[in-house]
């Protein structure tokens, strides 16, 4: 049997057997077969020692069993790892950061504790998947859409707190919600803004509470259980339209870009989008790269190129949501203002009213139609698995230059050729700027993989040389990447550390998390 | 493909009229927001496991746009299977529980908090009704 760090077999037995009593023998699992169903399914250290494997997990009900196990857990000094779905692909799944953790399972607590029409808002606990609050909604016939990352079967709070993205104008998960419920380390349940009062009125609707607004301490964190939160949800729309924008020479990207910026930071353009490269793509497919290599074709050179296949140097397909006149509108100004830039050319796309018709749709981008499903895993190109390296750039033509340059060097310095040249031209998943999405693919080849992970890690650190940090990371990454948010002498880290200190004396919570241990393993961890 | 559109357009919209016919719905337009997505299914008149089915593996192995298990599993066998789980004849349960718990490829492995040994028994069954050993 795997022990947690520093706890004795003795007391980790007796953890178990009151981690039984408080949810049930069938809800503590420390058998190996059991325990391997925690593992990370796309873990980059498949077959390496260095895997981390919990001890053990334990499934809550409620919020009165989470804080007998957190109690449980401070008396043996046990560290726990939260997951809701257990759906954080890509980014450490199911496993926990630090070996030998328990992890702390939600996904039973999964109830759909109210949806308002009126005022387009859900409450819901961590066990609640965008499907399953999307069945919830379809079965009563509201008119209010989710807004579901790529992958559907993930969990509204789990991924909210992970600060991920979906598609529609509520594409920034975590800027969605409101409201939220904590069980801190001790055991105490927090409301958090205007569930602070008890009989609010208010808690789903109004953000900011009073005083200091503490929700964002609990996303991409360790320093309390989130057991209830609330979201804003989109009022089913009238109608949808998108359109694609493309233009020919490699500068036009930057009053391309421009544009793009003003129509989305006008909410004329609304959701995400990605850039694309026609031409890029084919000179991937002929197997040069799409990075900027030292030593590649000149500028001149790709465009004639572009000319003479008839392709686009860049190329975006917009979105628009509302009322059927509005979004026409919209796309007509649209194409005005890109029609600024000369051989600016449209393409006219789908077009939708709701709700959708029987067999409407069947080839929708759904996700941005706040369906979800799963149909991205059809177009993963690995085998085993990929993880996501994730750095943010400055919504502007010259930062998508520069990134096409700098990893371009980056990959050289490496020795890696053009078809494993892992990039993306960037989506607007977030407000305000751009995030570059690289899927890495895992094997079980433990020679690929180490080779992997140095590439990853070489990345984070050319990333931050170039002022460019990522918003979210794999468990594997989470010490590297919170390493070059360094300002001051680290004074960030510094600052969740002693919030740490203080919420989580016993470090019994998801230690390690980006990159936050609690004072008694830090000296280990330096 | 428009084959496979056509019949799975039929079939939702006879699973549909039996659903609301005990409703009694009127002549109004009936709100049906997506046919790929399942709102909650009814298992009647359905066999065993069907609706544990449904809910926990069609996304990925049902069939229709944007199934990444159909299309894998296409890409695998190149027809000399049924890429539709559904229609296998030759799965056992233990074939069934050891994709779930161990996954293969890029489908991942369920925990028993998300499918229970009960339901992973009944997704076995349904999978498995069609083979005559």
């Given at each position: 049997m795997?022990?947690?760090?520093g706890?004795s077999g003795k007391?980790?037995s007796e953890a178990?057997?009151?981690f039984e009593?408080?949810?049930?023998?069938e809800w503590?699992?420390?058998?190996?077969?059991d325990v391997n169903?925690?593992?990370?399914s796309?873990?980059?250290f498949w077959?390496?020692?260095e895997?981390p494997?919990?001890?053990?997990a334990?499934a809550p009900d409620g919020?009165?069993?989470v804080q007998?196990i957190?109690q449980?857990a401070?008396?043996?000094?046990?560290?726990?790892?939260?997951?809701?779905?257990?759906?954080?692909?890509?980014y450490?799944?199911?496993?926990?950061?630090l070996?030998g953790?328990?992890?702390l399972?939600?996904?039973?607590?999964?109830?759909?504790?109210?949806?308002?029409?009126?005022?387009?808002?859900?409450?819901?606990?961590p066990?609640v998947?965008?499907f399953?609050?999307y069945?919830?909604?379809q079965?009563?016939g509201?008119?209010?859409w989710i807004d579901?990352?790529d992958?559907?079967?993930g969990s509204?709070?789990?991924n909210?707190?992970e600060r991920?993205?979906g598609r529609?104008?509520?594409?920034?998960?975590?800027a969605?919600h409101c409201?939220m419920e904590v069980?801190?380390?001790?055991g105490?349940?927090?409301?958090t803004?205007m569930g602070a009062?008890?009989?609010?009125?208010?808690?789903?609707q109004y953000?900011y509470g009073?005083g200091p607004?503490v929700?964002g301490?609990?996303?991409?964190?360790n320093?309390?259980?989130v057991t209830?939160?609330?979201?804003w949800?989109?009022?089913?729309?009238?109608a949808?339209?998108?359109?694609?924008?493309m233009v020919?020479?490699?500068?036009?990207?930057v009053?391309f870009?421009?544009?793009l910026?003003y129509l989305?930071?006008s909410e004329i353009?609304?959701?995400?989008m990605?850039?694309?490269?026609?031409?890029?793509?084919?000179?991937?497919?002929?197997?040069g790269?799409v990075?900027?290599?030292?030593?590649?074709?000149s500028i001149?050179?790709?465009?004639?190129l572009?000319k003479d296949?008839n392709?686009?140097?860049w190329s975006?397909?917009?979105h628009?949501?509302?009322?059927?006149?509005?979004?026409?509108a919209?796309?007509?100004?649209?194409r005005?203002?890109?029609?600024?830039?000369?051989g600016?050319?449209?393409?006219?796309?789908r077009?939708?009213r709701?709700?959708l018709?029987l067999?409407e749709?069947e080839?929708?981008p759904?996700?941005?139609?706040g369906?979800?499903?799963?149909?991205?895993?059809?177009?993963?190109q690995?085998?085993?698995?990929?993880?996501?390296?994730?750095?943010?750039?400055?919504m502007t033509?010259?930062?998508?230059?520069?990134?096409?340059?700098v990893f371009?060097q980056?990959?050289?310095?490496?020795g890696?050729p053009?078809?494993?040249?892992?990039f993306?031209?960037?989506?607007?998943?977030f407000p305000r700027s751009?995030?570059?999405?690289?899927g890495?693919?895992?094997?079980?080849?433990?020679?690929?993989?180490?080779?992997?992970r140095?590439?990853f890690k070489?990345?984070?650190?050319?990333a931050?040389?170039?002022?460019w940090?990522?918003y979210?990371?794999h468990?594997a990454f989470?010490g590297?990447?919170?390493?070059?948010y360094?300002y001051?002498?680290h004074a960030?880290r510094?600052?969740h550390e002693?919030?740490?200190?203080?919420l989580d004396?016993n470090?019994?919570?998801?230690p390690?998390?980006?990159?936050i241990w609690p004072?008694?393993?830090r000296?280990?961890s330096? | 493909?428009?084959n496979?559109?056509?019949?799975?357009?039929?079939a939702?919209a006879l699973?549909?009229?039996?659903?609301?016919?005990a409703?009694?719905v009127?002549?109004?337009?009936?709100?049906?927001?997506s046919?790929w997505?399942?709102?909650?299914?009814?298992?009647?008149g359905?066999?065993r496991?069907?609706v544990e089915y449904?809910?926990?593996c069609?996304?990925c192995?049902?069939?229709?746009v944007?199934?990444p298990?159909?299309?894998?599993l296409?890409?695998?066998?190149?027809?000399?299977e049924?890429?539709l789980?559904?229609?296998?004849?030759?799965l056992?349960?233990?074939?069934?529980k050891?994709?779930?718990?161990?996954g293969?490829?890029i489908?991942?492995?369920f925990?028993k908090?998300?499918?229970?040994?009960t339901?992973?028994?009944?997704?076995?069954a349904y999978?498995?009704?069609?083979?005559?050993r």
């Amino acid at each position: 049997m795997r022990l947690p760090p520093g706890v004795s077999g003795k007391d980790f037995s007796e953890a178990l057997r009151q981690f039984e009593e408080t949810v049930g023998k069938e809800w503590v699992f420390s058998s190996d077969e059991d325990v391997n169903l925690y593992r990370d399914s796309y873990s980059p250290f498949w077959h390496e020692e260095e895997e981390p494997v919990s001890s053990a997990a334990v499934a809550p009900d409620g919020v009165e069993q989470v804080q007998k196990i957190l109690q449980i857990a401070n008396a043996y000094k046990i560290p726990l790892w939260t997951i809701s779905t257990g759906k954080n692909l890509a980014y450490g799944g199911s496993a926990p950061l630090l070996s030998g953790s328990v992890v702390l399972d939600l996904k039973r607590m999964d109830r759909i504790l109210e949806v308002n029409e009126a005022n387009a808002y859900a409450l819901v606990e961590p066990g609640v998947s965008y499907f399953d609050l999307y069945r919830y909604i379809q079965d009563k016939g509201l008119r209010l859409w989710i807004d579901p990352p790529d992958p559907g079967w993930g969990s509204l709070i789990g991924n909210s707190l992970e600060r991920g993205g979906g598609r529609t104008p509520m594409r920034d998960h975590f800027a969605a919600h409101c409201g939220m419920e904590v069980v801190l380390a001790n055991g105490e349940i927090m409301r958090t803004g205007m569930g602070a009062l008890p009989g609010s009125k208010t808690w789903q609707q109004y953000r900011y509470g009073f005083g200091p607004y503490v929700d964002g301490m609990f996303s991409q964190s360790n320093f309390g259980v989130v057991t209830k939160m609330g979201f804003w949800l989109l009022p089913e729309p009238e109608a949808y339209r998108d359109g694609t924008v493309m233009v020919q020479k490699h500068d036009d990207l930057v009053p391309f870009v421009e544009i793009l910026s003003y129509l989305m930071n006008s909410e004329i353009v609304q959701g995400t989008m990605l850039l694309e490269s026609p031409l890029l793509d084919y000179r991937a497919s002929q197997g040069g790269g799409v990075l900027d290599m030292p030593g590649g074709p000149s500028i001149a050179e790709m465009e004639r190129l572009g000319k003479d296949k008839n392709l686009a140097y860049w190329s975006a397909t917009l979105h628009f949501y509302g009322p059927a006149k509005v979004v026409d509108a919209q796309w007509e100004y649209t194409r005005e203002k890109f029609s600024s830039i000369p051989g600016a050319a449209f393409q006219k796309g789908r077009s939708y009213r709701f709700p959708l018709k029987l067999g409407e749709g069947e080839d929708a981008p759904r996700v941005a139609l706040g369906i979800p499903n799963l149909s991205i895993f059809g177009m993963l190109q690995s085998t085993q698995g990929h993880m996501d390296f994730s750095p943010i750039i400055p919504m502007t033509g010259e930062a998508v230059f520069e990134s096409l340059k700098v990893f371009g060097q980056a990959y050289a310095d490496l020795g890696v050729p053009a078809k494993n040249q892992f990039f993306a031209l960037p989506w607007s998943f977030f407000p305000r700027s751009f995030v570059l999405l690289f899927g890495f693919p895992l094997d079980h080849d433990v020679e690929k993989n180490r080779k992997t992970r140095e590439v990853f890690k070489h990345l984070v650190q050319v990333a931050a040389e170039h002022g460019w940090g990522e918003y979210r990371t794999h468990t594997a990454f989470m010490g590297a990447v919170s390493d070059v948010y360094s300002y001051n002498t680290h004074a960030l880290r510094r600052f969740h550390e002693t919030l740490k200190d203080a919420l989580d004396p016993n470090g019994i919570l998801s230690p390690g998390k980006s990159g936050i241990w609690p004072g008694r393993m830090r000296q280990a961890s330096a | 493909m428009k084959n496979i559109g056509i019949l799975l357009a039929l079939a939702l919209a006879l699973a549909l009229a039996a659903a609301f016919a005990a409703l009694a719905v009127a002549a109004q337009e009936q709100r049906i927001t997506s046919s790929w997505t399942v709102a909650t299914v009814s298992g009647q008149g359905q066999p065993r496991g069907y609706v544990e089915y449904q809910k926990y593996c069609s996304a990925c192995h049902g069939e229709g746009v944007g199934r990444p298990g159909t299309l894998a599993l296409q890409a695998k066998y190149k027809g000399a299977e049924p890429a539709l789980l559904e229609k296998r004849t030759d799965l056992t349960p233990e074939l069934v529980k050891t994709f779930v718990r161990n996954g293969v490829s890029i489908m991942p492995f369920f925990r028993k908090t998300e499918i229970s040994d009960t339901d992973l028994d009944a997704i076995a069954a349904y999978l498995t009704r069609n083979n005559k050993r």
